[in-house]
């Protein structure tokens, strides 16, 4: 036993509840609206749902996956915000002892009812973990919310074991550009101001960052897309994030109605004018031997 140290797119279109109100440096490394997305599963199920069905020529994606964490059995493995703990059954098939970690209280309680198995509430700044730990340490869609994530690259090579292994996975900095643009256009239309579109914190770009902690690492990028042939599936996605890409987020939620009826027509015309919209969304793995 490890010793831990202490959609619908109606509902997202909702009013707001009390969110912050102050600036932010970008939408998705702010914990107010992180815990709003996090809270629990249902925009990420729909997100994940998406990656899944609309992701063109990546049929092999969690084969992949696992070919990088590469773990066999009598191994432990940290999975480093695990969400609600999507890695723990294929872990356990395995003979991997398992642990979860993340800071979502909602996404923990769905994990600890689905699956079962450890999970723990924690700060990926500061891992509430003793040194050495782990023969895998995984953070898959993660690093690029947080606002410090070289602190975390430090603490997953302090929990990681001689001779183990850590794999992260991000995105490029051009990733899901062009749902943006459609986002983009709309809001100017309607006298929104937008956020600009920016890179995420953490990308694929910042090769020579993680090298500095792991000089090893190797980084495996993968280009593809989604690809969807009508305008609902893509419009569920924009729905559970990118539409609140404005000024003004913060103290109103009214753009969203407004927003999705605009935005819908723009995808329609594209799907009319090019058979499919398709949104280019590179990204990749930074697979570490220590």
Known sequence: M????????????????????????????????????????????????????????????????????AAEAGMAALDVGCGTGRLSGTMRDRGVRYVGLD??????????????????????????IPDEQFDRVVAFGVLYHLADWRQTRREMRRVVRPGGRVVVSTNGADAMKRIYDVHREAALELGYTPLPFGSPAFRLENLDEVRAVFPTVQRHIRKTALVFPDPEPALRFYATNRIDMIEGWQTSTEHRARLLPLVRSKIEAIIRREGAFRVPKNYGYFVADV
Do not use: C
């Open 103 to 128: 800071a979502s209280a909602g996404l923990l309680k769905e994990a600890r009812q689905n699956t079962g198995g450890q999970f723990i509430q924690g700060d990926a700044h500061v891992l509430p």
């Open 2 to 69: 490890l010793i831990i140290g202490t959609s619908r797119i109606a509902i997202l279109s909702g009013q707001a509840s009390g969110w912050y109100r102050g600036r932010m440096s970008s939408l998705f490394t702010d914990t107010t609206y992180l815990q709003y997305q996090y809270g629990d599963s249902e925009k990420l199920k729909i997100r994940i749902e998406t990656h899944q069905r609309y992701t063109a020529g990546d049929d092999d994606f969690y084969e992949v996956e696992l070919s990088h964490i």
